[in-house]
């Protein structure tokens, strides 16, 4: 049950609609995840009608520095003295009746997942969902100067067949498991199919990356049929990529690694060490999911 923590405001007009799902949190490198489904809510004009209320599932309290703590520190702004918003995480739900389309910009949760699951999966049958896509990121040895691949991992062995011809690749990998990996494990017995497409952006490109953000929006916009114009993010990530090239010759170690890491990856060598990189990503602070 969801303990009432699901919120609907309104019942909008959709028929089966598909549920796309963006996560703040461990799987949002360059900030694709929340960055795409954002871009998709403005440019269709999706509505906000429902949220899953944050009481619960949320630390902020957690014992360590100031730089770990502030992860999981609610946002607040406090302009001359006077407190002028306090964020408390927020989980939306949007709907594009055009496109029959809701889309979820939300935090991953820390605590009671299988609670927090329940709310999605309680909209969905509310809604009659019958299919959930998430679209994550992840830091990985990419280089900037090529499209990020998409992995993805599925709840059925039968929608693989169905993905396949659009260029994404499958995911092998063994750790630490995410939210939205036990969503896609709980959705066959919710009656649902659930697909996961993990972009793999640069690692040593910190922030939010609006290069990947446009380019994996303009890939997820094709594989959901969604007719959208992305002109003017793709103008920003031009300018985007311009200015990372000029920084990266500014830093010659860096660009070497660089420039092997576009040949591996064109000719697609995955496993390979590249050591190098990996020891300067390492004492830049940098690490990789």
Same mark, same amino acid.
């Given at each position: 049950?969801?303990?009432?923590?699901?919120?609907?405001?309104? $019942?909008?007009?959709?028929? @089966?609609?598909?549920?796309? &799902?963006?996560?703040?949190?461990?799987?949002?490198?360059?900030?694709?995840?929340?960055?795409?489904?954002?871009?998709?809510?403005?440019?269709?004009?999706?509505?906000? /009608?429902? +949220?899953?209320?944050?009481? =619960?599932?949320?630390?902020?309290?957690?014992?360590?520095?100031?730089?770990?703590?502030?992860?999981?520190?609610?946002?607040?702004?406090?302009?001359?003295?006077?407190?002028?918003? #306090?964020?408390?995480?927020?989980?939306? /739900? #949007?709907?594009?009746? !055009?496109?029959?389309?809701? &889309? /979820?910009?939300?935090?991953?949760?820390?605590?009671?997942?299988?609670? /927090?699951?329940?709310?999605?999966?309680?909209?969905?049958?509310?809604?009659?969902?019958?299919?959930?896509?998430?679209?994550?990121?992840?830091?990985?040895?990419?280089?900037?100067?090529?499209?990020?691949?998409?992995?993805?991992?599925?709840?059925?062995?039968?929608?693989?067949?169905?993905?396949?011809?659009?260029?994404?690749? #499958?995911?092998?990998?063994? =750790?630490?498991?995410?939210?939205?990996?036990?969503?896609?494990?709980?959705? !066959?017995? $919710?009656?649902?199919?659930?697909?996961?497409?993990?972009?793999?952006?640069?690692?040593?490109?910190?922030?939010?990356?609006?290069?990947?953000?446009?380019?994996?929006?303009?890939?997820?916009?094709?594989?959901?049929?969604?007719?959208? *114009?992305?002109?003017?993010?793709? @103008?920003?990530?031009?300018? #985007? +990529?311009?200015?990372?090239?000029?920084?990266?010759?500014?830093?010659? *170690? &860096?660009?070497?690694?660089?420039?092997?890491?576009? +040949?591996?990856?064109?000719? *697609?060598?995955?496993?390979? +060490?590249?050591?190098?990189? !990996? $020891?300067?990503?390492?004492?830049?602070?940098?690490?990789?999911?």
């Amino acid at each position: 049950m969801a303990s009432g923590k699901l919120r609907i405001y309104k $019942n909008p007009n959709l028929d @089966k609609p598909r549920l796309l &799902l963006g996560f703040s949190g461990w799987m949002d490198g360059g900030e694709v995840s929340t960055g795409t489904v954002e871009c998709l809510v403005e440019k269709l004009g999706a509505e906000r /009608f429902a +949220e899953i209320e944050p009481q =619960g599932f949320y630390i902020y309290n957690f014992p360590g520095s100031m730089e770990m703590t502030a992860l999981f520190r609610p946002h607040t702004v406090i302009k001359d003295g006077l407190i002028h918003s #306090f964020e408390m995480p927020a989980n939306w /739900f #949007f709907y594009d009746e !055009k496109n029959n389309l809701i &889309l /979820f910009l939300g935090k991953e949760p820390n605590m009671q997942w299988s609670e /927090f699951a329940a709310c999605i999966f309680e909209l969905c049958v509310q809604f009659s969902v019958e299919t959930m896509y998430f679209i994550g990121s992840v830091a990985g040895l990419v280089p900037h100067t090529r499209e990020p691949r998409l992995i993805c991992s599925v709840s059925e062995p039968q929608l693989k067949d169905r993905l396949r011809h659009y260029g994404v690749r #499958f995911s092998n990998y063994q =750790g630490p498991a995410s939210f939205v990996t036990y969503l896609t494990t709980c959705a !066959k017995t $919710n009656a649902l199919n659930m697909a996961s497409f993990v972009a793999t952006v640069p690692a040593y490109v910190q922030g939010n990356n609006p290069a990947c953000i446009e380019t994996v929006t303009t890939r997820l916009a094709g594989i959901l049929n969604i007719p959208i *114009e992305l002109d003017d993010l793709r @103008k920003v990530s031009e300018e #985007f +990529e311009k200015k990372l090239s000029e920084a990266v010759q500014e830093q010659p *170690e &860096l660009a070497g690694n660089i420039r092997k890491l576009e +040949e591996d990856y064109d000719n *697609e060598i995955f496993d390979n +060490e590249m050591g190098d990189l !990996k $020891n300067w990503l390492k004492q830049q602070g940098i690490r990789l999911d």
